[in-house]
């Protein structure tokens, strides 16, 4: 059982002063409260700094983290963040992240950005789907922890992969690198996401009464987590996302063409050879895995189905808020700071 932990109170003063200070920015948000509760439990850290969106912000309550978290909301601000902490979490808008990092870098804190704000390498696809980032900052790197881990450790700014991405990815990447996804054969990922992955502000699509009762297809040929992909995979993928009466968890369903002649069972040591030592992938082979078994966790479940034909099916799940966001960056700092990358996770 783990003790609870406040920012600067009573309860953490007496911890070793070599722990890493870690604080959040955007912490009442859904990524930020799931950070807080990963990062107040954590024993290699210590979370000094919590901020809501302004400098002018009340304080507020976060009731889901009562006696999981003691310590209190602050105001926006920058500079606390800066001289407060040796890593800062970034769980707010592009837009917001993309003001803040600069500074955040200047001050010497490291950063992990849950947003999308530094994800995209190609200076026009940024235009078009993040305007605000002019430039990435050097050595930024793509925080996809399983393909990533060799750069962590000496990054000072890591950009967290989006939900869509990291499901897609975990299950697109071990076939590529084998060779087994077939030249010039289409990828399609039909992905359905619950309605967290919008964030707390009400939208009218994201209304109870509009997505309970009913399942749609969104940003067809026009969502960045699309380029995204594309980006990591190094080929176009036809990437459709969905809104399913679900509060967490995405569910992607891949069509791929592989050699014909595959095997199941052939694609299983391609997928235990890539994830050997992931401690947060699980593979479910013909098993096909579902979102309730990932809820709440840091676990990327994958299966799959091949035909005699070559036609294979992967089935990737996690959830949006967790494996998806703040899970992830929390084992993307783990290896940053030299930490156990499960540590504070199970
Ligand atoms: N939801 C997901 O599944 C998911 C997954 C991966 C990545 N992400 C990304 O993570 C980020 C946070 O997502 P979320 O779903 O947690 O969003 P959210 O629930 O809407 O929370 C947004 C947070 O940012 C703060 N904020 C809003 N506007 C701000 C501003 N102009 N300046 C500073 N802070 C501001 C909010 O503070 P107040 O409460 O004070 O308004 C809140 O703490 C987004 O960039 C999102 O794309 C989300």
Known sequence: ???????????????PAALTRVAVAGATGYAGQELLRALARHPGVRLTLATSSTAESAA???????????????PLDVDALGRDADIVFLALPDTASAELTPALLQAGARVIDISGAFRLRDAASRKTWYPETDTLPAGTVYGLTEWSRAELPSARM?????????????????????????????????????????????????HFSEVHGSLSAY??????????????????????????P??????????????????????????????????FVRLTGAALPEIKHVAHTNFCDIGWRVHSSGRAILVSVLDNLVKGAAGQAVQNMNLMVGLDEQMGLL
């Open 1 to 15: 059982m783990h003790s609870p932990v406040a920012t600067e109170t009573a309860s953490t003063t007496s911890r």
């Open 219 to 244: 940003g067809v040929f026009n969502h960045r987590h699309g380029v995204e992909i594309e980006q990591g995979l190094g080929r176009e993928v036809t990437f459709t996302p969905h809104l399913v």
């Open 158 to 206: 890591v950009a967290n992969p989006g939900c869509y991405p990291t499901t897609s990815l975990l299950a697109l990447l071990p076939l590529l690198k084998a060779g087994l996804l077939l030249e010039g054969s289409d990828v399609v990922i039909d992905a359905k996401s619950g309605v967290s992955g919008a964030g707390k502000a009400p939208k009218e699509h994201t």
């Open 246 to 279: 679900l509060n967490r968890g995405i569910l992607a369903t891949i069509y791929v063409r592989v050699p014909p002649g595959m095997t199941e069972a052939r694609l299983g040591e391609v997928y235990e050879q890539a994830y050997a030592q992931a401690p």
């Open 60 to 74: 507020r309550p976060l009731p889901a983290l009562a006696k999981i978290w003691t310590g209190s909301l602050s």
